[in-house]
């Protein structure tokens, strides 16, 4: 599946930019946080985070006029401590209008994986989604 890039708005004063993929069993974000009006004074090394498919208990998509939002929400907390904009368990990526169709292929194989716990990574009766 390739990469989707996204946006987090984190504070006023900062934007984090990243890319969003899913690599099996992980929900894989690679992002660096920049300061918001030229994004040359301050810059954050790029980071990655790998959150387990398995942890996820909520994923939302919305589509809007000018891009689309995924919501996701985790079991616990810490496993989205280290990204900027987390709410205790919950973070919303922002879209692009021209990446909202990789968004929603994106949150539709979340969605899959999240309605089919039965389903193991090692279980004969999985297949990957393509």
Known sequence: M??????????DLTETLGLARFEEPFLVL???TQDAFTGTIYKTELKEVQIPVASLTDVGFRQHLFGARLTLRTDTAKELADIPGNKMGEITLKFARKHRDGARELADVLDYYLRHPELSWDDDRYTPLP
């Open 30 to 32: 690679e992002f660096q």
């Open 2 to 11: 390739p990469s989707v890039p996204f946006k987090i708005d984190a504070s």
